[in-house]
C-alpha cells in the first residue's frame, strides 16, 4: 500500500512538472532524485545534517528534561501551575518565526535552532506530562500511603506507569515539530553547513533541484528520526506497562 501512495504522488509531481514546464518552479522528478544520490555521495552533506541533527537535538533534549521538571513541580503546586500556564500558553500561540528573529537578536547563529527546537518542544512536554501526572489512579495511592509504600516504589510502580503513554506523545509529537522548527530557525539564520543555509542558498540562487533534493533530505530525516524514536520507546514502554506495586 505504502508503495502504490509513494507512486501515485510521483505521478501528480510528474504530471505538475510537465504542465508547469517551468524547471524554476517544478523540479523534475528524474533530476531530483539524481541530486538526492549525488549528494548522498558528498562528505559534506553528511557534515551538515549532522551539524543540524546536533544542533536541534540538543534543544528537543533540553525541552524534555525542563519541561518534565516543570510538570512534576507544578503538578504539586497550584501556585507555579498558575504561574507557568499563561507562559506556556503564550508560547503555543506565538508563530514560530517571531521567536525565531527575537533570537537572532539575542544570540550568534548558531544558537538560533538549539533555542527555537527548546522553545517548540517543551510545553508540549510540559502539557503531556502533567496530564499524565495528573490522571494517576487517585486510589491506588491512598493505598499505597495506607500500607507505607516507599516513595521510590510509588513514582517508579505507580506514577511512571500512569505517565509513560503522555511520554511517547511528548517525545514522538515533539521530535516532529524540533525538526521543522530547528530546519526553520536554520533557513533564517542561516548557521555554517547546515541543512537550512542550503534551502536558503537553493531559493536565493534559483536552484529548485537543490530546493527539492534538500527538501527530500529532511523529509527522509524526519522518518529515520521517528522511527528511531518509536523504537526506543516502545522498549521503555514495555518495560513499565501495566507495572504493579511490589
Do not use: H
Not at 196 to 203: A, I
Not at 208 to 216: E, G, H, K, P
Request: hydrophobic share 50%.
Amino acid at each position: 500500500m505504502g508503495a502504490i501512495c509513494a507512486l501515485f504522488w510521483l505521478g501528480v509531481w510528474t504530471v505538475l512538472y510537465f504542465a508547469v514546464d517551468r524547471e524554476v518552479l517544478i523540479a523534475s522528478p528524474l533530476k531530483v532524485f539524481m541530486r538526492l544520490f549525488e549528494m548522498l555521495g558528498e562528505k559534506q552533506l553528511y557534515i551538515k545534517v549532522a551539524n543540524s541533527l546536533l544542533a536541534i537535538l540538543k534543544g528537543y533534549l533540553s525541552a524534555l528534561a525542563v519541561g518534565t521538571v516543570l510538570a512534576v513541580m507544578t503538578s504539586k503546586s497550584e501556585l507555579l501551575y498558575s504561574i507557568f500556564k499563561p507562559f506556556m500558553n503564550v508560547v503555543r500561540s506565538t508563530p514560530v518565526a517571531s521567536f525565531i528573529i527575537l533570537a537572532l537578536v539575542w544570540m550568534n547563529k548558531r544558537s538560533v535552532p538549539v533555542f527555537t527546537s527548546f522553545l517548540m518542544v517543551m510545553p508540549i512536554v510540559w502539557s503531556n506530562i502533567s496530564t499524565g501526572i495528573n490522571s494517576t489512579d487517585k486510589e491506588l495511592l491512598e493505598m499505597s500511603k495506607a500500607y507505607k509504600v516507599p516513595k521510590r516504589k510509588i513514582i517508579s510502580k505507580v506514577y511512571v506507569p500512569s505517565v509513560m503513554p503522555e511520554v511517547y506523545n511528548s517525545v514522538t509529537t515533539g521530535l516532529g515539530f524540533a525538526w521543522k522548527s530547528g530546519v526553520a530557525a536554520e533557513v533564517l539564520s542561516t548557521p555554517l553547513n547546515s541543512i537550512g543555509t542550503e534551502l536558503y542558498n537553493s531559493k536565493v540562487y534559483l536552484e529548485t533541484t537543490d530546493l527539492f533534493a534538500w527538501t527530500a533530505v529532511i523529509i527522509i530525516m524526519s522518518a529515520v528520526l521517528e522511527k528511531a524514536a518509536v523504537y526506543l520507546l516502545g522498549k521503555l514502554f514495555n518495560r513499565y506497562k501495566g507495572g504493579e506495586i511490589k
